[in-house]
């Protein structure tokens, strides 16, 4: 059974633009996690998505936000870029959403910005 | 919020020798895995060990739930073993499907 997949892998941009990560949960799949990783703030949970839903969201500005589509595939956009949105993110697929979800994640898009 | 601290933050080891990380939690959790992200940035299931112990070829965790720690025994370490190990929890307060990381255990192992 094939990972979890995201494209692009990489990607810069400029200050002030908008960029969207598309991410493939593994097959038969139904929740999707993103995540930043800098190497300041380490591994940071964006949101979650569970059925075309939203169902969790950390602390981060509206400017971040994502979607599922009816297949699970899921997509992060974040607009008006800052340099400190330069980082690695990250999704993970679970098969459902409960208390004790494996999460499996894909290779990540190391975004840029300059 | 739930604390995650893992313990230590850096760790050289000849290739051969043994090791144990750990990680600390300050609630009570219904979730902990364990990771090795490599060099290219992806993250690598190793164990989802909320309770317990579990053991695959050179690597085993052990999950004390009720003492809020859990940890990881790498033996005989090969060079490939080297990265970050990352400790990653979901508290019963938190939310489905929403790991709290651990800085991480940098590993570097030697030839």
């Known amino acids: 059974k094939a990972g979890v997949t995201q494209t692009p892998r990489y990607l810069i941009k400029t200050r002030g633009q908008q960029v969207t990560l598309s991410c493939s949960p593994i097959s038969g799949h139904r929740s999707v996690s993103w995540y930043q990783q800098t190497p300041g703030q380490g591994l940071q949970f964006l949101f979650e998505?569970?059925?075309?839903?939203?169902?969790n969201k950390g602390n981060f500005p509206g400017r971040f936000s994502g979607r599922q589509f009816s297949n699970s595939r899921s997509e992060m956009n974040v607009s008006t870029l800052e340099l400190g949105d330069s980082a690695l993110y990250l999704c993970?697929?679970?098969?459902?959403?409960?208390?004790?979800?494996?999460?499996?994640f894909g290779p990540g898009t190391r975004l840029l910005v300059l | 919020g739930i604390q995650v601290e893992q313990s230590p933050p850096d760790l050289i080891l000849q290739e051969g020798a043994n090791s144990t990380l750990r990680c600390n939690f300050s609630d009570s959790v219904n979730n902990l895995q364990w990771f090795h992200q490599n060099p290219w940035g992806q993250l690598i299931n190793l164990f989802y060990i909320p309770s317990g112990t579990k053991q695959n070829g050179r690597l085993s965790a052990t999950t004390v739930a009720t003492e809020r720690y859990s940890l990881l025994y790498i033996s005989s370490s090969q060079t490939t073993d080297s990265g970050v190990y990352f400790c990653?929890?979901?508290?019963?307060?938190?939310?489905?499907?929403?790991?709290?990381f651990g800085a991480g255990t940098r590993l570097a192992v030697h030839p």
């Open positions: 990653a929890v979901a508290p019963f307060s938190g939310g489905y499907n929403k790991l709290i």
């Open positions: 993970a697929s679970s098969l459902n959403r409960g208390p004790a979800e494996t999460q499996y």
């Open positions: 998505y569970f059925s075309e839903t939203q169902r």
